[in-house]
């Protein structure tokens, strides 16, 4: 019930046409029938005709003598007008016939305004009679003194309020509606559907997707949507190129003189006998070596979100996975981690090397970082037919469930972490499982630490 309601409450541009297009049509049949009920009112129409008022009138002086079957035959030509120029029975909308011989009244239809009197004949006059304003005309038989009278509603605002609440106004309306709904449902979905093709195409693009839009609709809006699009796409596009490249060449320039302060404290350590003074040169290192990993952390982020920088090749990926676990081991051996690899097979994907070699440097590294001493660190890489899958488990704090979408931000860093990091390190798996087809997912291990599992697109990969 809640999210029937929430469908229905949330703002819907066909729903938002769709009711244009009803009350347009709601509006075109208020004009259509007011139109049609003042030309009705204004028109002389059947008050003007000759041959009715001739017939009645002959019928009665030829029946003067039968009166029982003279009001049969009235009655008879008085539901025929109402049938054809009225509204049924209902005198306030529709013709009453009135005839009089001899100033008496030998026939009325029912309901009929006898106290509308003509003050001349054979002219349409319009006269006000009981609170109601009314058309009629009065003939007057040439043979004898029999009068014929047709009168019908004149006052528009009162015949307007009447019919309404009898339903000849609203009870059309309320009835088509309904039916009008699926045809008009159908033809916005099958106008809308360009505009769904470019939504489906803009939805289907990654973050890093910034290229312009595939989808040019020939429609003039639409394409004028798309247009504006490809040029924001444009712009964000040469605010990020410029954004990666300050990073990348910041990040390149600091090398040379981080570099050239370690060598500078290291050589005046050397020579430094006080333990207060070593400590602090001590602390200088550790700073630098932390702007060192930073800076290499952002080289590696600005070339794993360069695409052109590492075209794809034929990677060994278990053989890479095995060279990456070897390299670490000397950091592995100094936290007292012992690394553990599961490989199954020989698996083979297209890739970008240097990207993988980030991503499995990077999970191992924190893997390390994070176990306690005497801890192991699982890897786990095997293949199918749809993905490729790697884990890497520890048995360290972990992430709270309530970060796990935070930790990819760049530079954020789980508050209650004692570890020195530079919160770049699942960004940067993240951009390069997005760049092989893949996605990465956090939970917790086996041990109640952290496993990170990620996830390629088997591609060309090989068991």
């Not at 030509?77 to 509204?87: S, V």
């Not at 394409?223 to 964000?236: F, K, S």
């Amino acid at each position: 019930m809640r999210g029937w309601w929430r469908r229905v409450s949330t703002p819907s541009l066909v729903r938002r046409i769709m009711l244009a297009q009803m009350l347009l049509l709601t509006l075109l049949w208020c004009a259509f029938l007011t139109y049609v009920l003042w030309e009705s009112l204004r028109s002389p129409g059947l008050l003007a005709g000759k041959k009715t008022y001739d017939t009645i009138l002959a019928v009665v002086d030829q029946m003067a003598d039968r009166p029982q079957a003279r009001y049969k035959i009235l009655r008879e030509i008085d539901l025929a007008l109402r049938e054809d120029y009225g509204a049924g029975d209902d005198p306030a909308i529709s013709t009453s016939l009135i005839v009089r011989s001899g100033g008496q009244v030998v026939y009325a239809s029912e309901g009929a305004p006898l106290n509308v009197r003509n003050t001349h004949y054979d002219e349409a006059q319009r006269i006000s009679a009981d609170g109601s304003l009314w058309r009629s005309r009065t003939a007057r038989s040439p043979r004898s003194d029999a009068e014929a009278t047709l009168v019908m509603p004149a006052d528009e605002w009162h015949f307007f309020i009447h019919i309404n609440t009898r339903g000849y106004y609203l009870l059309p309306l309320l009835i088509s509606l309904p039916f009008l709904l699926l045809p008009a449902w159908l033809s916005v979905r099958v106008a809308l559907r360009p505009w769904s093709k470019v939504a489906r195409e803009v939805a289907a693009r990654g973050p890093q997707d910034l290229t312009p839009l595939q989808s040019m609709p020939k429609h003039e809006e639409l394409r004028n949507m798309v247009d504006c699009i490809n040029d924001l796409l444009g712009r964000v596009r040469e605010s990020a190129e410029r954004e990666r490249a300050f990073i990348a060449d910041a990040a390149h320039e600091l090398r040379t003189p981080l570099a050239a302060m370690r060598i500078n404290v290291e050589a005046l350590q050397s020579h430094v006998t006080d333990r207060q003074q070593r400590e602090l040169l001590g602390g200088i290192l550790n700073s630098g070596d932390r702007a060192t990993r930073l800076v290499r952390q952002l080289l590696l982020l600005m070339r794993s979100e360069t695409r052109t920088a590492n075209p794809r090749r034929p990677v060994a990926l278990t053989a890479l996975v095995q060279e990456r676990l070897a390299v670490l081991s000397p950091l592995a051996a100094r936290c007292s981690v012992e690394l553990e690899l599961d490989a199954r097979g020989e698996i083979r994907i297209d890739g970008m090397r240097e990207g993988l070699v980030s991503l499995v440097d990077n999970l191992v590294e924190n893997a390390i970082k994070y176990s306690p001493a005497q801890g192991r660190v699982e890897v786990a890489l095997h293949a199918s037919a749809q993905a490729i899958v790697l884990r890497v488990s520890d048995a360290g704090p972990g992430i709270a469930p309530e970060l796990r979408e935070r930790v990819f931000d760049r530079f954020f860093r789980d508050p209650d972490q004692t570890q020195s990091g530079s919160g770049l390190g699942l960004a940067i798996v993240q951009t390069v499982a997005r760049q092989h087809g893949g996605s990465v997912a956090l939970d917790t291990s086996a041990e109640g630490g952290l496993m990170v599992t990620v996830t390629l697109a088997a591609g060309a990969a090989a068991g």
